[in-house]
């Protein structure tokens, strides 16, 4: 019932360009925050960006002023614009939905999405 997908992962080199997508379906999705977490091997899963149903953004300090999340609501879509790539940066990428009040049980989840930056 409720889907929510990620695309647009790849490999880029350092300094490189990508921009990640997520569509959500069977959630009223203008009522949700939206968020992009990544987990790299070995490592736990961190939050990357954040956007609530206000348009507030959030993001991580390794991230901020490279990295860019925004939704369309007409779309069920949030994006993240990843630009001055790092190979640290390498990791998978998941979107996440949730409401505020509602508890971590409430989250939904995407299948995440492969981001390698390597020259």
């Known amino acids: 019932q409720v889907h929510l997908v990620e695309s647009g992962g790849g490999l880029v080199q350092p300094g490189g360009s990508l921009k990640l997508s997520c569509t959500a379906s069977?959630?009223?999705?203008?009522?949700?925050?939206m968020g992009w977490y990544r987990q790299a091997p070995g490592k736990q899963r961190e939050l990357v960006a954040d956007?609530?149903?206000?348009?507030?953004?959030k993001y991580a300090d390794s991230v901020k002023g490279r990295f860019t999340i925004s939704r369309d609501d007409a779309q069920k879509t949030v994006y993240l614009q990843m630009n001055s790539l790092k190979p640290e940066d390498t990791a998978v990428y998941f979107c996440?939905?949730?409401?505020?009040?509602?508890?971590?049980?409430?989250?939904?989840w995407g299948q995440g999405t492969k981001v390698t930056v390597s020259s």
């Open positions: 956007i609530t149903s206000g348009f507030m953004t």
């Open positions: 069977g959630i009223i999705f203008n009522i949700y925050a």
């Open positions: 996440k939905a949730g409401r505020p009040l509602a508890g971590p049980a409430a989250d939904y």
